[in-house]
């Protein structure tokens, strides 16, 4: 319940900081809206619970999975902005090597949301398309435009990545 209400302040937060200058009607909507988005993700809530452990949740537990969480995106965007420069810069000038092909990434991931979310940011960072994930093998299978080091299964931002989300969901 501390978890729902927590997201409803953040959502409803974000919404305020978007809509500017607020008014009765972006209030009554951003609580509807915030409202909403706090119920479709009611499950992302619970998934932040340590269901392995029987101790009860504590806010010092929430609030540092939140801190992880805030650094993963800020993380994520650094390395989507570099990823996104990268590409562009091989596009604009065609000497630069494109070996594309498809490596196999093992991972210590163990629970769906914590394995989904690295997919996904993955497949957003650009020259990266996640192809399919193998939760009972703890493998990911990623398409990426450049193949470096004969194909290692290591993906600095993958590795990167992998490191916080444990922090978060595992």
């Known amino acids: 319940m501390i978890l729902n209400f927590i997201s409803f302040i953040l959502w409803f937060s974000i919404w305020s900081a978007l809509r500017r200058p607020i008014n009765t009607q972006d209030i009554i909507l951003g609580v509807l809206v915030s409202g909403f988005v706090t ?20 806010l010092f537990g929430i609030l540092t999975k939140a801190v992880y969480l805030s650094y993963y995106v800020v993380i994520f965007l650094w390395e989507c902005i570099k990823a996104n420069i990268d590409v562009a ?5 065609p000497s630069l090597p494109i070996r ?3 490596i196999k990434i093992k991972t210590a991931l163990k629970s769906d949301i914590g394995l989904t979310f690295l997919a996904n940011s993955l497949t957003l960072t650009p020259g990266n398309t996640t192809i399919d994930v193998d939760k009972a093998a703890g493998v990911l299978y990623v398409h990426r435009l450049v193949i470096k080091d004969g194909g290692s299964g290591a993906i600095p931002v993958a ?3 992998e490191k916080i989300l444990k922090k978060v969901f595992d």
């Not at 810069?89 to 000038?93: G, I, K, N, T």
Request: aromatic letters at 10%.
């Open 39 to 58: 119920f479709m993700t009611a499950d992302l809530s619970r998934s932040l619970d340590d269901k392995k452990s029987s101790k009860k949740r504590s």
């Open 89 to 93: 810069f091989r596009v604009l000038h």
């Open 100 to 102: 594309p092909g498809t």
């Open 159 to 161: 590795v990167k990545f």
